[in-house]
Nanobody
Framework: QVQLVESGGGLVQPGGSLRLSCAAS????????IGWFRQAPGKEREGVSR????????YYADFVKGRFTISRDNAKNTVYLQLNSLKAEDTAVYYC???????????????????WGQGTQVTVSS
């Protein structure tokens, strides 16, 4: 069964850090681009970051550049998102997703992804 499972979310104070994990099963991550998205209440899902498998290229949304870092561990079939210098506006459910190879789209377009995890809640609050 093709599946993505996120973990690592939680409650953290402003300025704190978290590391999110996205574990894959049923397929190998190193053959796909994997993206991280987030969705806050009442807002649309937005792209946070993506890592390609073919050229290793990495993308970040402007609002997380310099604060978040995406990486992958092919041996563990897992992609990570390190969140540093967290702000209240980073509060959201964070999802990882597998890029649909048959759909050409901008990296941050959620329609370009065919497998999604269930999400992990990140809450930044004092």
């Amino acid at each position: 069964q093709v599946q993505l499972v996120e973990s690592g979310g939680g409650l953290v104070q402003p300025g704190g850090s978290l590391r999110l994990s996205c574990a894959a099963s049923g397929f190998t991550l190193d053959s796909y681009a994997i993206g991280w998205f987030r969705q806050a209440p009442g807002k649309e899902r937005e792209g946070v970051s993506r890592i390609n498998y073919s050229d290793g290229r990495i993308y970040y949304a402007d609002f997380v550049k310099g604060r978040f870092t995406i990486s992958r561990d092919n041996a563990k079939n897992t992609v990570y998102l390190q969140l540093n210098s967290l702000k209240a506006e980073d509060t959201a459910v964070y999802y990882c997703a597998r890029k649909d190879r048959t759909f050409i789209s901008a990296w941050a377009n959620p329609r370009g992804y065919d497998v999604w995890g269930q999400g992990t809640q990140v809450t930044v609050s004092s």
